[in-house]
C-alpha cells in the first residue's frame, strides 16, 4: 500500500502532547519494537510518503525517518498561503502532490495525525487522529488566535470526511460522538504507548568539575547528566510537569499547596515544570505572590532524555488538569514509579485505572487532602508507585503501531 503522513505537527522545535504521539507512532510502525510482549519488526511492506510544508525549512527540527519504503515530500510554499488556498480553492490536494512527485497513480490511505488544513481527492482514504475536543468544549482554555484556527480547519468537517476516525481514548471518542453526531462505527480507538527512557550519567569525575549552581536557563543540561543531587532542588519536592496554561490547572495547584503545607510531615517544596503556554506568566506571577513564593520554583522546558531524573526524584506528581485527551506525564510519572494525583475528568480515571489518587480539579481542598494523605502515608505512597508501574507497562508504542497496521489491513 501507498500511506501518506502529514508532518506538519513536527515543525515545532518543542515536542508537546501531539508532537510525540506523532513521532513515537512513526517510529514503531517503521522500526522495530515490542507490541505489548510481541515483537513486532516494523513495516517493510507498506511504502510511506512523509510530507511537510515549510517556506524557510526544517530540516534541525524534523526527525529523521529513514529506510527504503520511506519517502519525503516537502513544499516550500508560505504557510499563510498555503492554508489560505486549502481552505478556499480546495488545493493543492495532497495527496495529488505526492503521487504527482513519486509517479504514483493514487495513494491508499493519508494519514494526519492531527487537525490542520487539509485537502485530499476522492481516491485517497483519510485516517484522522482526533485528540481531544478541547476547541469545542473548552474554548475558553484556548488563545483567540488558537480558537481561530480551530474554527478555520473545520474539525467537525473533516470527522465527517474521514474514513476512519481515531483517538487517544475511550472518553475522546464518546465527545466526537456526543459533540459531533459522528457514527461510532467509524470511530476507533488505539491507546498511545510510553517511551523507555533512562536519565544519563556522566562519571564522577566529570560531574565534580561543573558548577553546582543551576537556573533556569541551564536547569535540562544539568539534569542530562543525571546530576539528581547538585541542580538546587530540594531534597523533598512536588512535581507538576506540562505546558504551563490555564487547562492544566497549575492555579488551583498552587492553592492547594499553600493550603497543605502546614499538614505536611516533612517540608515539600513545589516544583512545576513545563513549556510556557498561554498565560504563563500569570501563574508565575501568582507564586510571586504566594505566601510560600521561595518554595515554587519554575524549571521551563523539560528535554525528553531529563524527565525521568525529575520524575523519579520526585515525592508526588500532582496533574489536576481540567481535560485531556490522554495525558502522557500521567502515564510518565507512574512509569518512573512516582505516586500520582490527577483529574477525575475526561480520560484520566479511564487511563489511570484505579492507579491514582483522584481528586476533583475544580476543588483545591480536594488536591490538598491528597497531597496530604500521600505525602504522610508511605505505605499509600508505596501503594501507587506500585500500581502506577503496572498500569503503565500496558501502554506500548509497538503495540499502538500493530493496532494502526491491522485497522488499515
Not at 49 to 60: E, H
Not at 181 to 199: N, Q, T
Request: net charge neutral; proline share 6%; with cysteine.
Amino acid at each position: 500500500m501507498h500511506i501518506g503522513v502529514d508532518l506538519r505537527c513536527l515543525l515545532s522545535p518543542h515536542r508537546t502532547g501531539v508532537g510525540e504521539y506523532t513521532f513515537e507512532l512513526l517510529t514503531a510502525i517503521l522500526n522495530s519494537s515490542n507490541a505489548g510482549g510481541i515483537p513486532f519488526a516494523g513495516d517493510s511492506e507498506n511504502h510511506y510518503y512523509l510530507f511537510y510544508n515549510s517556506f524557510l525549512g526544517a530540516t534541525p527540527i524534523l526527525p529523521n525517518f529513514t529506510g527504503p519504503n520511506v519517502h519525503l515530500l516537502r513544499t516550500s510554499y508560505p504557510n499563510k498561503l498555503f492554508n489560505f488556498a486549502i481552505k478556499i480553492f480546495k488545493y493543492p490536494k495532497l495527496d495529488s502532490l505526492i503521487a504527482k512527485k513519486f509517479e504514483l497513480s493514487h495513494l491508499d490511505y493519508f494519514f494526519s495525525p492531527h487537525l490542520n488544513f487539509t485537502c485530499l481527492s476522492s481516491k485517497t482514504k483519510h485516517i484522522l487522529t482526533v485528540h481531544d475536543l478541547t476547541y469545542d468544549l473548552f474554548p475558553e482554555f484556548l488563545t483567540t488566535k488558537q480558537r481561530w484556527w480551530h474554527r478555520l480547519t473545520s474539525p467537525k468537517k473533516q470527522c465527517e470526511n474521514a474514513q476512519l476516525i481515531l483517538t487517544p481514548s475511550e472518553n475522546t471518542k464518546r465527545d466526537i460522538i456526543n459533540y459531533y453526531h459522528i457514527a461510532e462505527d467509524k470511530i476507533r480507538v488505539i491507546y498511545p504507548g510510553l517511551s523507555s527512557v533512562s536519565p544519563t550519567v556522566i562519571p564522577s569525575a566529570v560531574e565534580e568539575s561543573l558548577s553546582p549552581t543551576i537556573g533556569e536557563s541551564d536547569f535540562s543540561t544539568s539534569l542530562r547528566f543525571g546530576r539528581n543531587d547538585k541542580f538546587n532542588l530540594p531534597n523533598k519536592f512536588i512535581l507538576f510537569l506540562g505546558t504551563l496554561e490555564p487547562r492544566k490547572n497549575i492555579a488551583g495547584l498552587i492553592t492547594a499547596y499553600e493550603s497543605a503545607f502546614q499538614n505536611f510531615n516533612a517540608p515539600h517544596d513545589l516544583v512545576i515544570a513545563g513549556a510556557p503556554g498561554w498565560k504563563n506568566e500569570e501563574v508565575k506571577a501568582l507564586a510571586r505572590r504566594s505566601p510560600l513564593h521561595d518554595k515554587i520554583h519554575f524549571l521551563g522546558f523539560i528535554e525528553e532524555n531529563d524527565k525521568p531524573t525529575l520524575y523519579r526524584a520526585a515525592s508526588v506528581f500532582v496533574y489536576p488538569s481540567f481535560y485531556e485527551g490522554f495525558g502522557f506525564p500521567v502515564l510518565e510519572a507512574m512509569q518512573n514509579g512516582t505516586p500520582v494525583i490527577t483529574s477525575n475528568r475526561s480520560s484520566l480515571p479511564e487511563i489511570t485505572s484505579g492507579a491514582a489518587y483522584l481528586v476533583n480539579p475544580h476543588r483545591s481542598n480536594e488536591i490538598a487532602h491528597g497531597l496530604t494523605k500521600i505525602l504522610n502515608s508511605s505505605a499509600l505512597a508505596e501503594r501507587f508507585s506500585i500500581l502506577g508501574k503496572t498500569q503503565a507497562e500496558k501502554f506500548s508504542w509497538g503495540k499502538s503501531a500493530l493496532d494502526w497496521l491491522n485497522l488499515l489491513k
